[in-house]
């Protein structure tokens, strides 16, 4: 009976082991059962019980309006149908729309044109609810950011880098500004660096009684152009756009304020001195009080930021609080003004970890509203006096949702799943959308109660990509931890091979990234890359992945000791991992590979030349390799300016150490990169060529820093596919 016993359960393993199939490059790409369910679109309305979503029938676009507790949709606030446009042909399958406050009006994009990472152009329209009737607002070209005035009489919107204002009811558009010029003068947009480095776009915003706008007013005139060649036709057409490189010269940036009853501008003045150079101005917020602006400025070398309240009237500021620090000061959206008039929260990390503070109007420190040896990751906002944010408290590698009362009192964890949680409140924060994954689960999303965050109902399980990544030879994601050579215990996670055996040794990719405040070791799906590290674990790669100093989520501290010095101690932390992973009995250690984009590209390079005698292969995916050759406001957070720090300039570029390299090396660049130029690749093969290493190059023509569109990813992670199994 045992034999039989044996040979039946034998026999079962191996039909289980047949029926499992690899997992292919053109699956990876092309199989929707692979590709995880999100929610999205989701907009709540003013009562914060209902929300509305944009949606796709056989009839055109349509905003669904919904209920939060059960989901039912309970009407149709707009049909393409609807949108009735005089001489228009066809009718406007949109891709976007805000609300009115009171929601009788809707504004309508159609016809996107993207112009860089988080800025488009658009068609844009105004419905109005009540009279069924169609305003076009782009009549003299596409437009940008058109938002609604708080009473919904107006609407402001970008055209052409000038700011207008469209009264409704007439349909007379206004300018507020004319000087606007491409690539000379910005107004109510901002310029390439902010919407990069600073992560916005839109530069206008309504006071709170729709009597006037703030606006960013932007003369990039003496800043310096970069051009890419677009080829296509018989000439290539050239690509010319103003990128402010480490230590050159940045926009000119004023912040005015324009009047719509006197229907004229005033500049704020935002420096004692009045001058308007070396400093910048990352953002501005209107208070509580519709006649006080506050106004965040920042220094050149980033290291003190003041916040200023401005009054509207005459555009006199005063300094209301300032932050000093010895490396570098983090820009965030984290400021909160109280609806009592009296009180608002700043996000700061001046106790070594990012926290939540509350302050008076004055600007003195009352309280500190959240502690502990964790950083706060984000803040959702504030109802009554309770505060909902994000933090990476269990752990730098999860994120879980918490609500706190203003006085720091009554702290609790909403959502209850372990890995990365984010939110998405309702406007009375009465419900959230939760998004929870893990490194080996996709995204489950539900909806939540906001006050003691159990699960109402499951809006997305993705038991689809579940079940089907059952039917494929995987590995699990596993978490580990180890010490450098400082003795300073560093986070990791590796995918071993398919029927790993402790006895048998395996080649290992690792994948870097490495930039400062930037995790890649999460407890969070990884989405096509973790299913491209599945297949080369079933071809017998170990992968593994370690986040090194610098990196995120463990305080003010360990992220900024990097300051001033790039790559150096990033570099020997992946060294010291790869030399962890080769002292372990099941690795090959004379066939460690590893591979980065963008900073971790740069990564890459530094580890095949300074790391040359341990890593075997490397690919560098559209790489930094002089920041010098990269943006002002990045390259002098972390580096200060060129002139003040040439030895870490120099000691930080893999250019330096170009005749170090040993292995496989194979760099990818998209030609129009506006992010990271191609410039970078092409100084770096000089650097090799004249050291005369050998080494492989792939070019893709108009790609910008995504490497996207069409075949092009399939044909990239071919290409690296194949690489590796030549190489390691």
């Not at 040896?373 to 504030?382: E, F, H, P, S």
């Not at 990719?509 to 930039?515: A, C, F, K, W």
């Not at 980065?596 to 790489?623: E, R």
């Not at 972390?638 to 390299?661: C, Q, R, V």
Request: neutral net charge; glycine residues 8%.
């Amino acid at each position: 009976m045992k034999k039989l016993f044996f040979v039946v359960v034998s026999f079962s393993l191996s039909l289980s082991s047949f029926a499992q199939k690899n997992i292919e490059l053109q699956e990876i790409y092309s199989n929707p059962s692979l590709y995880p369910k999100s929610v999205s679109g989701i907009v709540s309305m003013k009562d914060g019980e209902h929300y509305t979503t944009l949606e796709k029938t056989t009839e055109g676009s349509c905003i669904v309006r919904h209920e939060y507790k059960t989901g039912k949709s309970l009407d149709t606030l707009l049909r393409q149908q609807d949108l009735v446009i005089a001489n228009a042909e066809v009718q406007v399958s949109f891709s976007g729309y805000s609300l009115s406050a009171d929601e009788s009006k809707i504004v309508i994009t159609a016809n996107d044109e993207a112009i860089y990472r988080r800025s488009k152009r658009s068609d844009c329209y105004v419905y109005d609810r009540t009279t069924k009737k169609t305003l076009p607002l782009t009549k003299e070209g596409k437009c940008m950011y058109a938002s609604f005035s708080p009473d919904g009489s107006k609407v402001a919107y970008v055209r052409e880098n000038n700011l207008f204002i469209c009264d409704l009811s007439s349909g007379k558009e206004r300018p507020i500004t004319t000087d606007g010029v491409k690539n000379e003068i910005i107004n109510g947009a901002v310029d390439w660096v902010y919407e990069e480095e600073f992560a916005m776009s839109q530069g206008y915003c309504w006071s709170s009684d729709g009597q006037r706008i703030a606006y960013y007013r932007f003369d990039e005139s003496k800043v310096k152009e970069y051009s890419m060649d677009i080829y296509g036709d018989t000439y290539p057409k050239k690509e010319t756009y103003k990128y402010p490189k480490a230590g050159e010269a940045n926009s000119m940036v004023q912040v005015c304020i324009y009047d719509l009853l006197k229907a004229s501008s005033l500049k704020v003045p935002v420096n004692k001195d009045g001058s308007i150079t070396d400093q910048y101005i990352p953002r501005i917020q209107w208070t509580k009080d519709p006649l006080t602006l506050s106004i965040q400025r920042l220094n050149r070398k980033q290291n003190e930021l003041e916040l200023l309240f401005a009054d509207a009237r005459n555009g006199q500021s005063n300094s209301v609080l300032t932050e000093e620090s010895s490396t570098y000061i983090e820009i965030n959206d984290d400021l909160f003004f109280l609806d009592d008039k009296k009180h608002f929260i700043w996000r700061s990390e001046e106790d070594g970890y990012s926290h939540l503070y509350l302050y008076n109007i004055n600007g003195q420190k009352e309280k500190q509203i959240t502690k502990g040896a964790w950083d706060l990751t984000k803040m959702y906002g504030v109802s009554g006096n309770t505060i909902y944010y994000q933090a990476a408290e269990p752990s730098a590698m999860e994120r879980a949702v918490y609500a706190i009362k203003t006085d720091g009192s009554g702290k609790k964890r909403l959502s209850a799943r372990s890995g990365t949680n984010d939110a998405q409140f309702s406007r009375n924060f009465n419900y959230f959308i939760n998004f929870n994954s893990t490194a080996n689960t996709p995204a489950f999303i539900t909806l939540n109660n906001g006050t003691d965050g159990k699960d109402l109902r499951t809006l997305e399980d993705n038991a689809i990509v579940t079940t089907t990544l059952k039917d494929f030879a995987t590995s699990k994601k596993e978490f580990f931890h180890f010490k450098n050579t400082e003795g300073i215990e560093l986070n990791g996670w590796m995918i071993k091979p398919l029927n790993f055996s402790a006895d048998k040794k395996y080649p290992v990719l690792m994948m870097v990234y490495g930039g400062p405040g930037i995790n890649i070791v999460n407890d969070s799906w990884d989405g096509k890359n973790y299913l491209w590290y599945q297949l080369l674990a079933e071809k017998g790669y170990l992968i593994a992945c370690v986040d090194g100093r610098g990196t995120g989520y463990r305080g003010t501290e360990f992220r900024n000791c990097t300051y001033k010095q790039l790559g150096k101690l990033e570099t020997a932390d992946q060294i010291d991992a790869a030399k962890y992973l080769g002292a372990q009995s099941y690795v090959d250690k004379s066939r460690i590979g590893i591979w980065g984009w963008s900073y971790g590209g740069y990564m890459t390079a530094l580890c095949m030349t300074l790391g040359a005698d341990v890593f075997k292969t490397g690919i560098s995916v559209a790489p930094v390799c002089t920041w010098k050759n990269y943006d002002s406001v990045y390259s002098e957070r972390f580096m200060d300016l060129p002139k003040n720090n040439e030895k870490g300039y120099s000691e930080g570029s893999p250019i330096t150490y170009a005749d170090k390299l040993k292995g496989h090396f194979l760099l990818i660049h998209g030609t129009a990169d506006d992010n990271v130029h191609y410039q970078n690749t092409m100084e770096l093969t000089n650097a090799l060529v004249k050291a005369d290493k050998q080494f492989d190059m792939f070019s893709y023509p108009n790609k910008n820093h995504n490497i996207s569109g069409g075949n092009t990813r399939l044909n990239l992670y071919t290409k690296m596919t194949n690489f590796l199994l030549t190489n390691l």
